[in-house]
């Protein structure tokens, strides 16, 4: 009486089954109920597509909505209800009234009939066998196991409660888990170097408790060399906070590298006797017979490469100079040829390959071909071998050696095609392709 006869906010949700959901049947969010499924109907291609009328509380929902069709058990065959899921972060648009939810955006509930189809016969009877097995197992004892399953529900709780803390940031959970087996293997491979370095520090701590009185007087120096450290971890701090950025923005790349650190671990290993082989012809004792003293024979790279320097006698430019001269003289050169960069590319395409595949299927170059027929009023007729010149003649258009780039396409109303970089730039937009 009082809202002024407004029409309820409904939504059309389209599943791939939608079976044992009737009229009346309710829609939760978040184990709430916020409206009803007030119809119900098969779409032209198929799809089950249920009215869903959302009270006025929870109108409009965000767009991304997603729906689900759930169970409340097995009981009744009209035990089926709609879930609704928000989208995840903030909301900016909204479904407006008769939006559509298409089948990407619900989820169709499955049968348990379905998952047991999934089985093959011999794990049906053996699935049969578990449930007449436990049948037996609780005859007679079904008030018995009640009070036991009473008795059991908090331990069950407790543990619920466990496993979804755990799996509240289950990827943390799994690197965690991960990096502490692949520590716990390192800490395996090296388990020699551990005990030689276990033996090392008993050696250590019985050379420092050995000599009387030298243990104090390092006691009695540590005060100093502890102010002198605060000074340095006070500065370091600064330090760290400067570096804090980049090690936040260095996170993702670090874990994209975990797998390239993996297998550059092998090829590290791998590299020890090349790098022990390598050693001697790097540096050996004596003259002339190493690379350290080819190094030094050869003519310093700074006077090649700046110059002057003197070769074939005269004095000539260094090779970088000498080439940004050369670079310089071919700009213009590279600067024209540039902007022919993409017909140039088409031309290795087409040359490479004469067909191609999209998401249409395969297709096929088409080019033109010339033979001694002319098609003129709608009849082939043949050519005599007098006339094939004159009439090829009339359907070519020869010299054109100086086109736009671009011009391999057909022209633009826009005349964005043939395109000139700039109005003094050396070509000729007449010349184009050939028909209209």
Same mark, same amino acid.
């Given at each position: 009486?009082?809202?002024?006869?407004?029409?309820?906010?409904?939504?059309? $949700?389209?599943?791939?089954?939608?079976?044992?959901?009737?009229?009346?049947?309710?829609?939760?969010?978040?184990?709430?109920?916020?409206?009803?499924?007030?119809?119900?109907?098969?779409?032209?291609?198929?799809?089950?597509?249920?009215?869903?009328?959302?009270?006025?509380?929870?109108?409009?929902?965000?767009?991304?909505?997603?729906?689900?069709?759930?169970?409340?058990?097995?009981?009744?065959?009209?035990?089926?209800?709609?879930?609704?899921?928000?989208?995840?972060?903030?909301?900016?648009?909204?479904?407006?009234?008769?939006?559509?939810?298409?089948?990407?955006?619900?989820?169709?509930?499955?049968?348990?009939?379905?998952?047991?189809?999934?089985?093959?016969?011999?794990?049906?009877? #053996?699935?049969?066998?578990?449930?007449?097995?436990?049948?037996?197992?609780? #005859?007679?004892?079904?008030?018995?196991? $009640? $009070?036991?399953?009473?008795?059991?529900?908090?331990?069950?709780?407790?543990?619920?409660?466990?496993?979804?803390?755990?799996?509240?940031?289950?990827?943390?959970?799994?690197?965690?888990?991960?990096?502490?087996?692949?520590?716990?293997?390192?800490?395996?491979?090296?388990?020699?170097?551990?005990?030689?370095?276990?033996?090392?520090?008993?050696?250590?701590?019985?050379?420092?408790?050995?000599?009387?009185?030298?243990?104090?007087?390092?006691?009695?120096?540590?005060?100093?060399? @502890?102010?002198? #450290?605060?000074?340095?971890?006070?500065?370091?701090?600064?330090?760290?906070?400067?570096?804090?950025?980049?090690?936040?923005?260095?996170?993702?790349?670090?874990?994209?590298?975990?797998?390239?650190?993996?297998?550059? +671990?092998?090829?590290?290993?791998? &590299?020890?006797?090349?790098?022990?082989? @390598?050693?001697?012809?790097?540096?050996?004792?004596?003259?002339?017979?190493?690379?350290?003293?080819?190094?030094?024979?050869?003519?310093?790279? +700074?006077?090649?490469?700046?110059?002057?320097?003197?070769?074939?006698?005269?004095?000539?430019?260094?090779?970088?100079?000498?080439?940004?001269?050369?670079?310089?003289?071919?700009?213009?050169?590279?600067?024209? $040829?540039?902007?022919?960069?993409?017909?140039?590319?088409?031309?290795?395409?087409?040359?490479?390959?004469?067909?191609?595949?999209?998401? &249409?299927?395969?297709?096929?170059?088409?080019?033109?071909?010339?033979?001694?027929?002319?098609?003129?009023?709608?009849?082939?007729?043949? &050519?005599?071998?007098? #006339?094939?010149?004159?009439?090829?003649?009339?359907?070519?258009?020869?010299?054109?050696?100086? +086109?736009?780039?671009?011009?391999?396409? +057909?022209?633009?109303?826009?005349?964005?095609?043939?395109?000139?970089?700039?109005?003094?730039?050396?070509?000729?937009?007449?010349?184009?392709?050939?028909?209209?």
């Amino acid at each position: 009486m009082f809202s002024g006869g407004a029409s309820p906010y409904r939504l059309q $949700a389209q599943f791939l089954n939608a079976g044992q959901v009737v009229n009346g049947g309710i829609v939760t969010l978040a184990g709430k109920q916020v409206g009803t499924v007030t119809g119900q109907r098969l779409t032209d291609d198929g799809l089950a597509e249920l009215e869903l009328e959302i009270d006025d509380d929870w109108a409009p929902l965000p767009a991304g909505t997603r729906a689900q069709i759930r169970q409340f058990g097995l009981s009744g065959p009209a035990s089926r209800y709609v879930e609704l899921q928000l989208p995840d972060g903030a909301v900016r648009e909204h479904l407006d009234d008769g939006a559509v939810l298409p089948p990407d955006q619900t989820t169709s509930n499955v049968d348990l009939d379905e998952v047991f189809a999934t089985f093959d016969p011999k794990t049906r009877r #053996a699935l049969r066998g578990v449930f007449r097995g436990s049948a037996r197992q609780y #005859a007679g004892q079904g008030r018995n196991a $009640a $009070a036991g399953w009473r008795y059991l529900d908090p331990s069950l709780v407790s543990a619920t409660r466990l496993f979804e803390e755990l799996n509240r940031d289950s990827g943390e959970l799994t690197r965690f888990v991960r990096e502490t087996s692949q520590l716990v293997g390192d800490v395996a491979e090296k388990r020699e170097d551990l005990a030689g370095l276990v033996d090392n520090l008993a050696d250590t701590t019985g050379a420092i408790t050995r000599p009387e009185g030298a243990l104090a007087e390092a006691i009695e120096r540590l005060p100093p060399f @502890l102010r002198q #450290a605060n000074t340095t971890y006070v500065n370091l701090r600064t330090a760290l906070d400067d570096l804090a950025p980049l090690v936040e923005t260095g996170k993702p790349v670090a874990r994209r590298l975990l797998p390239y650190t993996r297998e550059l +671990r092998g090829f590290v290993t791998d &590299l020890r006797p090349a790098v022990g082989d @390598l050693a001697p012809v790097l540096r050996r004792p004596g003259r002339s017979n190493d690379v350290v003293d080819l190094l030094r024979a050869t003519p310093p790279l +700074r006077e090649i490469a700046v110059g002057p320097v003197r070769r074939n006698g005269a004095l000539r430019d260094g090779a970088l100079p000498a080439a940004a001269e050369a670079l310089t003289s071919a700009t213009p050169r590279i600067a024209f $040829a540039r902007p022919y960069s993409v017909d140039f590319t088409g031309w290795l395409d087409d040359f490479s390959h004469s067909g191609n595949v999209d998401a &249409l299927g395969a297709f096929a170059r088409i080019g033109t071909h010339v033979n001694a027929f002319s098609l003129k009023g709608g009849v082939l007729s043949p &050519l005599s071998p007098a #006339a094939r010149g004159d009439t090829l003649k009339d359907l070519l258009a020869s010299g054109q050696y100086n +086109r736009c780039p671009g011009s391999v396409e +057909r022209a633009r109303d826009d005349d964005s095609l043939p395109w000139r970089p700039s109005e003094d730039y050396n070509c000729d937009p007449t010349q184009l392709p050939v028909g209209p």
